[in-house]
């Protein structure tokens, strides 16, 4: 086999941070290649030293056995090195002929440019299977045909290394299985794949060979048939880890987080949750699975009363709360609700603040901000100290603001903050969504204890198998309506699958 | 665009990287005060020495600083709420309206120990009312912050025109401007007050005001950032998001930080009308609410920093008008140059000296890597 892409020696620097050391790297023509590594190991910044937006302090880029120098990604485009971001780039107000023709608009008038992109476009689309209407306006896509826009942006210049960071994030499972089949049909056709991503499922089932990077060093590289997801693991933690989620049987006690008919119709009319009913008890962890966006949001947000359920009723540990009562996220919290959620940059933290402030906020009205009238900052500083030793939160300073932390240890942060408060209830939205390998072991442990502590914890996660590993039970959403409940002991991918696409179980229980 | 700026220290990010500016705008009025065929160093000396050195002088650039700082307080307080509160000029003026109305209806009849608080009070409460209306249409009806306010200080432009010059007008007056205040409601003057004390300094117009600037200051600080309801306003300003998450009001926060905000503006009017002319005027405002926004972008939002840019306009308001009086070619217009300079340097390319700053530092602090030789 001829290589494509080879990296000899590259190192780079930012200041004292060594965040790529000499990394060594060879992709084959025509091979789907993974990288794999927790946050912070050096995956993007690789990526960004092939694709011209760093450079490498030292070290050779190889392309199609020829020395390169990339300066900049227009030397790497011409290279034949395509790159789809983590963060899309495309302009929402424009079609996709428009997004996919920007940078390459040809002369002064537009007319030139849009036809000869406009067969390039179709011709990408019927080859590599890229559906996409190329007159409708970007805004109008769903994440999954964005995410083909980029790709055909990516591939117009004739490139010969796809490179996609971490492209799944946004994906539902339907729609990432359907990346996965473009992207089999690219290296059939020759292109070389490269696919940054820290999930182990996602290596094992596409990848043909994987490179494994720690702490900014190659630490490993694998055929993919010739290795497994614990080995991976290992390698990318550096320890051994626990995949499988240790769960002892739940012992159920009273019920204390009920629904009756809950529904929520939004401003414009739209019912966006209809007739939801379940109940949690104390020492039980219900599950909710369900194709993301149908109603999941929703379902956490009415609970956690940010927004006002519209019909039906909530029992929220004896308090019995209906439409009428116009709660906020106040009174929720008063009643002993802890809220993990979905979005910890939008919701759980305000990244421009420290450590130590977001360790209160919910709860800058307690005893935790002082308990006079005026914040007392010594016993916010202990607080946070206490919380970050206790869930090992790295660095533990109470003083960086949030947005300096890793995803990981932002989400330590949020549950930190919520699990010490001994929540009676404790709904949970996404807990390992963009934490790395070593921190989601700790958290599903964290959660489990908390079940045992008698917590009762409803659990939303697109991670299909995260709800199956921790569940007791699992309510199955699809467009805003409960499908059915089903004992986790009974479910199995397939099963929730048929209910995910709105199946009803009549054996449920 | 390899490879990424460092991040700059704190204390160059505070302290050297302003300085950096305010030369970087001295520098380019100094080139156009030598185009205009002076010499720039002997006017800066002028100015220096008319705003801190001649008599009165201090007292002056006091009197506008106490000014700069309620207005800056007052923008800087929206801000830490991301409510972009222009009205400051319009909220001084209502703050006005509402020192008078004390002061003719309670003044009269109390002393001073109790009626000029109160006469200061009213100023709060009008210049608070004036900022709580665009607050509430802000918060619960979605009308931007921006046009409102701004509308708002046409309406109380007019309105004090129409009671200036109708119901409040002094009677016998020809000018637009109300009957004297009631004395009790007056603030004493700075020297008066240190006389007794057994300081000689001359008289200005610098009076009791400015300690109540520097009672701001002070309020300013432990409410942003000692208080429940600062942390409130800090989480609204950066993440309205998750301060509903968070079980804070956004919209009551929303509303209570402009009716503070508004106040503070308003106590303008403890300066200039209980402590200076004594009766209402017409636009005595006289662009400070504008540009206290300047103060408070300058100043970083902080009391400290509000202090210092106060400072500094308040030395070019008073240094400029002796630059007008020295130079005969120089005009007051040449300190609203400097002025526009310091707001164009501080406020609209505050981080244009950042990136070569921050990599002289970097250079300095960070030895170099011997791996990478």
Not at chain 1, 129 to 142: F, I, M, T, W, Y
Request: charged letters at 15%.
């Amino acid at each position: 086999m001829n290589t494509a892409l080879e990296l000899k020696n590259v190192s780079k620097s930012f200041g004292l941070v060594k965040a790529n050391k000499n990394i060594n790297l060879a992709v084959e023509a025509g091979s789907i290649h993974g990288i794999i590594g927790e946050n912070g190991a050096g995956k993007s910044t690789l990526m960004n030293i092939i694709y011209g937006m760093h450079r490498a302090d030292s070290g050779e880029i190889h392309f199609g056995g020829q020395k390169v120098d990339v300066r900049s990604s227009a030397d790497a485009i011409e290279h034949g090195i395509g790159m789809v971001h983590q963060h899309f780039m495309l302009v929402p107000t424009f079609t996709v002929l428009e997004n996919v023709m920007l940078g390459t608009e040809g002369g002064l008038m537009l007319r030139d440019g849009r036809g000869a992109a406009l067969e390039r476009l179709l011709h990408l689309s019927e080859t590599y299977n890229l559906q996409v209407d190329p007159h409708a306006l970007v805004s109008d896509l769903n994440v999954g045909q964005r995410q083909r826009v980029e790709i055909i942006k990516a591939l117009k210049g004739g490139a010969k290394v796809l490179i996609l960071d971490e492209p799944t994030g946004v994906l539902t499972p339907q729609e990432a299985d359907q990346l996965f089949e473009i992207l089999k049909v690219l290296r059939d056709d020759g292109v070389s794949v490269l696919l940054i991503t820290h999930k182990l499922s996602e290596i094992m089932d596409i990848t043909d060979t994987v490179s494994i990077m720690r702490q900014g060093e190659m630490v490993g590289h694998r055929k993919t048939s010739e290795t497994s997801p614990q080995e991976l693991a290992e390698l990318m933690v550096g320890r051994e880890v626990l995949l499988e989620v240790d769960r002892k049987p739940a012992k159920p006690a009273e019920v204390r987080f009920s629904a009756k008919n809950l529904g929520y119709t939004n401003a414009q009319g739209v019912v966006e949750l209809e007739d939801i009913n379940f109940e949690v008890r104390s020492g039980e962890i219900l599950g909710v699975a369900g194709v993301s966006g149908n109603g999941q949001t929703q379902l956490m947000e009415t609970l956690a009363g940010m927004r006002h359920l519209t019909s039906g009723s909530l029992n929220i540990l004896g308090t019995e709360v209906t439409a009428a009562d116009q709660t906020d996220p106040r009174i929720i919290r008063d009643l002993g609700v802890g809220h993990i959620p979905e979005d910890r940059h939008t919701h759980g933290l305000v990244l421009n603040f420290e450590a130590r402030e977001n360790m209160i906020l919910g709860f800058q009205d307690t005893e935790l901000a002082g308990s006079g009238k005026l914040f007392d900052y010594k016993t916010i500083q202990q607080n946070c100290e206490d919380k970050m030793a206790h869930y090992d939160v790295r660095p533990p300073n109470p003083r960086l603001n949030a947005k300096n932390f890793s995803g990981g240890n932002q989400q330590k942060i949020v549950i930190a903050r919520e699990f010490s408060a001994n929540p009676g209830v404790l709904l949970v939205g996404q807990p390992t969504r963009g934490v790395d390998v070593g921190a989601i072991e700790f958290i599903h442990k964290q959660l489990l204890e908390l079940r045992d502590a008698g917590c009762a914890i409803l659990l939303v996660s697109v991670e299909l198998d995260e709800i199956m590993s921790l569940s007791d039970r699992i309510m199955v959403l699809c467009g805003g309506q409960n499908v059915g409940i089903i004992d986790s002991a009974d479910a199995d991918r397939q099963t929730l699958g048929l209910m995910m696409a709105g199946q009803r179980q009549e054996a449920a229980a | 665009m390899s490879t990424p700026t460092p991040p700059l220290p704190r204390w160059a990010d505070l302290i050297l990287l302003p300085i950096i500016n305010l030369f970087a705008a001295f520098f380019i009025c100094g080139l156009i005060v030598l185009a205009i065929g002076e010499n720039p160093i002997e006017a800066l000396g002028v100015m220096i020495k008319g705003a801190f050195v001649y008599s009165g002088g201090l007292g002056y650039t006091l009197f506008y600083t106490t000014n700069y700082v309620f207005t800056g307080l007052a923008v800087a307080l929206a801000f830490h709420c991301k409510m972009f509160n222009i009205g400051g000029e319009g909220q001084a003026l209502i703050g006005g309206l509402g020192a008078a109305l004390a002061s003719f209806s309670l003044g009269v009849y109390l002393p001073a120990p109790l009626a000029i608080p109160l006469a200061v009070l009213g100023a709060f409460i009008a210049g608070g009312i004036w900022g709580v209306i665009p607050g509430y249409l802000q918060a619960k009806r979605g009308s931007h912050i921006v046009i409102t306010t701004i509308m708002f200080n046409f309406l109380a432009a007019s309105l004090m025109v129409y009671l200036l010059a109708g119901p409040m007008l002094e009677a016998g007056q020809q000018s637009p401007q109300t009957a004297k205040l009631a004395e009790s409601t007056l603030l004493p003057k700075m020297a008066d007050m240190l006389r007794p004390l057994g300081f000689d300094i001359t008289s200005s117009p610098l009076n009791a005001s400015f300690l109540i600037a520097l009672g701001a200051m002070a309020v300013f600080y432990v409410l942003v950032w000692h208080t429940r309801l600062g942390f409130n306003i800090r989480s609204v300003g950066q993440n309205q998001e998750a301060a509903h998450y968070a079980g804070i009001n956004v919209a009551r926060t929303i509303i209570i930080t402009m009716a503070i905000s508004g106040g503070f503006a308003g106590l303008l009017a403890t300066n200039e009308i209980l402590g200076f002319n004594h009766k209402v005027v017409l636009n005595f405002t006289a662009g400070y609410g504008f540009t206290g926004i300047a103060v408070a972008l300058m100043g970083r939002n902080h009391p400290i920093g509000i202090f210092l840019a106060a400072l500094l306009f308040g030395a070019l308001t008073q240094g400029g008008g002796e630059l007008d009086f020295e130079f005969q070619s120089i005009t007051r217009e040449m300190v609203l140059l400097i002025q526009g300079m310091i707001i164009l340097f501080s406020g609209a390319l505050a981080y244009m000296f950042n990136p070569p700053l921050a990599r002289m530092i970097a250079k300095f602090v960070a030895p170099k890597d011997p791996a990478n030789g």
